[in-house]
């Protein structure tokens, strides 16, 4: 009864404010401010359903003094909360630190979303509780954006509201405790040995407060994508050496993501017995830091040891170096990207969590970042442990329109890793594990799995996933000269790829269909060049197949004769996206790069082979291909080939499209991520289309 009316207490000083347009109410009256955050509201979905996007809007455009002085006072209010080393606070002022975050979690991206309205907490506007705020600050004459900031980032260190308070009878008592302490990260891991348990409050008080850090960096969301590489002072302020809470924040986030366990005790539908209050921290701990590390990345990749970092959660993260750290993340990071994948004979009896797509940019952040946690992974075959759920994602979401963006992030993390050397031998390892997967039954290995997954993309997966492909191949040549025996089954799709991608039709379509051909072409040589002797099944394919090379090797160059495939097959819908309309092919274009296609390897290798095979089997009147497959096995082509080519590694290189897509991506996920209570479904975004239902 009493909760519900300080509901209607609330509600109805909501009314009060939005209804006097005309009227500015004066800042000194805090019996009338005080309603909005003195425990009249008890959790942040009440806010959002007694506070409408309607009336903040009316707020914001017929009465903007009203609109300005709640948020301040809600700043105000944030600043004066009692933190400090001699005392926790109180539940009254906790609740009311809460109500705050929350109302300025309601209110903050209606600031964002008037281009008017964005540099508010940044300008330095004479009126009175701007100086009252100041007075009562320590930030001096600083802008409201960074009072808040700097008040946040010591909320998420306060003792008894967001980390556990020192026993005041133990040897660390509260006269000696300090918020500044490297020794309050939240948990385990990095950086910090100790373990403590944690209140379920506590957790959530983490929770609200980093949903709005989290809000204060969404401005981005409000510009276009051709503007969304301007400067984002929030994250620019928040990762700078403003924020002396930065390393014991970086581990925390951190740590509280590599050390959370979704089964608990392992007891078979335990998560239906009991709520499980640190998986909301997680996943918001997930994209902050997925947020932060994005920030000035182009900056990062240039920036030299001597140089000053310009975002310190990207420099601490580059810093670690120690194996037990790497040995923590990488373990936690399996453990997770893995849940999903967990077969049980009991039905939906393991808590599966959903913030896997954070981990994946995590992940490529981090061997992006640090490159001795790039070597770590790859050091051992713990990297295949990471393979199998991103080969798993990308099969299962290959058709969801959705989720393009995670097939983009998987196939660029496969880039990435491809670029080194240990990643194709390690791929060589048998593929025991059976996960569920839409693919052809087949004896392997992690390479052959790697392949299948990958021709059932190109050959199954949604229309809008074409621009992949050079990327999907790129990740075959790259490990090409390392793999020693593919089965059967994938050297089939292989070629079944080059037979696609090499007819007329195709070839002429555009003027970048070709690289594809010349992809698998020199997949194809590399095998043939370094890995020969346990390839039999390749080579057998590619006798087999033979004809393909010769169509390939008499490509006819003439206009006339080029024109015709392309108009055979052109009514076909789903070959039209490899076309472009306004494309028509020359003899000369052609010539260009039809001399360049590197079949000497091939064609040499099928001279050799091809009479050998057609006399035995006319020999031994052999009809078994396993028998051929024998007789290749026991081959050798030493002498017989060309010079080895140098091996040519292609790694992922970032530029600003990239950039752009990816920031695009990252805030879209945080947007559908954050829809109860529904953080900026209400408001006018930019950066990508929203649908209305």
């Given at each position: 009864?009493g ?6 207490g ?15 109410i ?17 959790n ?6 007694l ?8 707020l ?11 948020i ?9 909360s ?9 539940l009254s ?12 979690t309601?209110?903050v ?10 540099a ?21 004459n ?57 209140p ?48 014991p ?8 993501i ?6 608990g ?29 994005d920030?000035?990345?182009?900056s ?5 040891e001597?140089?000053v ?17 790497f ?7 399996i ?12 039905p ?12 994946l ?10 490159k ?7 050091k051992?075959?713990?990297v ?20 393009v ?22 791929l ?39 621009p ?57 040589n ?42 055979k ?9 490899f ?33 050998q ?19 290749l096995q ?6 017989l ?13 970032p530029?600003?499209?990239t ?35």
């Amino acid at each position: 009864m009493g909760n519900s009316e300080s509901k209607v207490g609330f509600r109805r000083a909501i009314l009060n404010l939005t209804g006097r347009t005309n009227q500015t109410i004066d800042t000194s009256d805090d019996a009338f401010w005080d309603q909005f955050w003195s425990g009249t509201v008890n959790n942040i979905n009440d806010i959002f359903a007694l506070v409408t996007a309607h009336e903040i809007h009316t707020l914001r455009e017929e009465s903007p003094a009203n609109f300005m002085t709640l948020i301040y006072k809600a700043v105000e209010k944030l600043d004066s909360s009692v933190i400090g080393s001699s005392a926790s606070m109180s539940l009254s002022e906790q609740t009311v630190v809460l109500n705050c975050v929350r109302l300025l979690t309601r209110l903050v991206p209606f600031v964002f979303e008037s281009e008017e309205w964005r540099a508010f907490f940044w300008s330095k506007n004479s009126i009175d509780i701007e100086d009252s705020l100041h007075d009562e600050s320590s930030c001096g004459n600083a802008p409201l954006a960074q009072i808040l900031l700097k008040k946040l980032s010591d909320l998420l260190f306060c003792p008894d509201f967001t980390i556990v308070a020192p026993n005041p009878t133990g040897p660390d008592t509260l006269e000696d405790f300090s918020i500044e302490s490297i020794q309050h990260i939240w948990e385990k891991g990095v950086g910090f040995a100790y373990s403590r348990k944690t209140p379920p409050q506590i957790d959530s008080n983490r929770t609200e407060i980093l949903k709005l850090v989290l809000t204060c960096f969404s401005e981005t969301m409000y510009y276009s994508p051709s503007d969304s590489s301007q400067p984002n002072l929030w994250l620019s302020f928040f990762t700078s050496n403003e924020n002396k809470h930065a390393l014991p924040l970086f581990t925390s986030l951190l740590n509280v993501i590599c050390a959370y366990d979704p089964q608990g005790y392992g007891l078979p539908y335990q998560h239906v017995m009991f709520s499980d209050h640190r998986e909301q921290l997680v996943e918001v701990c997930a994209q902050v830091l997925m947020v932060i590390l994005d920030h000035e990345s182009a900056s990062m990749q240039n920036a030299d040891e001597k140089s000053v970092p310009t975002n310190y959660f990207t420099y601490f993260l580059s810093r670690i170096h120690r194996e037990e750290d790497f040995h923590f993340i990488l373990s936690g990071l399996i453990k997770l990207l893995n849940n999903p994948l967990m077969q049980t004979y009991l039905p939906n009896s393991c808590k599966k969590i959903g913030f896997h797509e954070e981990l994946l940019v995590l992940f490529w952040k981090m061997c992006d970042y640090n490159k001795k946690f790039l070597f770590y992974v790859l050091k051992t075959s713990d990297v295949l442990d990471i393979l199998v759920p991103i080969l798993y994602y990308l099969t299962e979401c290959r058709n969801d329109p959705g989720k393009v963006g995670l097939m983009h992030v998987g196939v660029f993390i496969l880039l990435l890793l491809s670029g080194e050397r240990n990643f194709g031998v390690r791929l060589n390892k048998l593929y025991l594990t059976r996960v569920p997967m839409d693919l052809p039954i087949f004896t392997g290995n992690h390479a052959d799995l790697l392949t299948l997954v990958f021709h059932k993309i190109i050959t199954c997966g949604h229309l809008r996933l074409q621009p992949l492909f050079d990327c999907i191949l790129t990740i075959i040549v790259n490990i090409s000269p390392y793999l020693k025996q593919m089965c059967m089954v994938s050297a089939s799709k292989l070629m079944h790829l080059l037979e696609a991608f090499s007819t007329p039709w195709f070839l002429f379509a555009n003027q970048t269909n070709y690289h594809l051909a010349f992809f698998l072409l020199e997949i194809f040589n590399n095998i043939i060049q370094y890995q020969f002797d346990g390839n039999a099944h390749l080579m057998y394919s590619i006798i087999r197949k033979r004809h393909v090379f010769h169509q390939l090797s008499n490509l006819p160059e003439d206009p006339s004769t080029v024109s015709k495939p392309s108009r055979k097959r052109s009514e076909d819908a789903e070959q039209q996206m490899f076309s472009s309309e306004e494309w028509t092919p020359s003899k000369e274009w052609v010539a260009s790069w039809r001399k360049k296609l590197p079949l000497q390897t091939i064609m040499r290798l099928l001279q050799v082979l091809v009479p050998q095979v057609e006399k035995i089997c006319i020999d031994k009147n052999l009809t078994d291909e396993s028998e051929i497959i024998t007789f290749l096995q026991n081959g050798t082509l030493v002498g017989l080939l060309p010079v080895p080519h140098p091996i040519l590694m292609r790694k992922y290189q970032p530029n600003a499209a990239t950039s752009v897509w990816f920031r695009r991506y990252m805030w879209g996920l945080v947007f559908l991520r954050n829809t109860a209570p529904p953080i900026w479904c209400e408001t006018n975004i930019k950066l990508f289309e929203v649908q209305k239902m």
